[in-house]
C-alpha cells in the first residue's frame, strides 16, 4: 500500500494548475442558484475563456487604433483597415 501524505491526498482529490494564480469571484445570489443547477459544466474554464476573449478582443482594438494613428500620422487614408 503506498504511503500517502495529507498534503497528497488533498492534491489528488483538489487538483490545481500550481502555474495559474487564483481570483475571487463573487456572484449575484440568483445566478449562483442557477449555476449550482448545472454541476456538470466547469464554471472556472467558462469565466477563464470569457476572460480569454475580453482580452483578445481589448488587444485587437489597441491594434487597430496604432495601426490608425501610425496612417494618420502618414497621411494614407485607413478607411479600409476597419472594414471586416
Not at 41 to 61: F, G, H, M, P, Q
Not at 71 to 82: P, Q
Request: charged share 35%.
Amino acid at each position: 500500500m503506498p504511503n500517502f501524505s495529507i498534503t497528497n491526498l488533498l492534491n489528488i482529490l483538489f487538483p490545481h494548475n500550481p502555474h495559474m494564480p487564483n481570483i475571487t469571484l463573487y456572484v449575484p445570489e440568483e445566478i449562483h442558484k442557477k449555476m449550482k443547477k448545472y454541476k456538470e459544466l466547469k464554471w472556472s474554464k467558462i469565466v477563464r475563456d470569457a476572460i480569454e476573449n475580453t482580452l483578445k478582443k481589448l488587444e485587437e482594438a489597441e491594434l487597430r487604433y496604432y495601426a490608425l494613428k501610425r496612417l494618420a500620422k502618414e497621411g494614407e487614408d485607413a478607411k479600409e483597415l476597419f472594414e471586416f
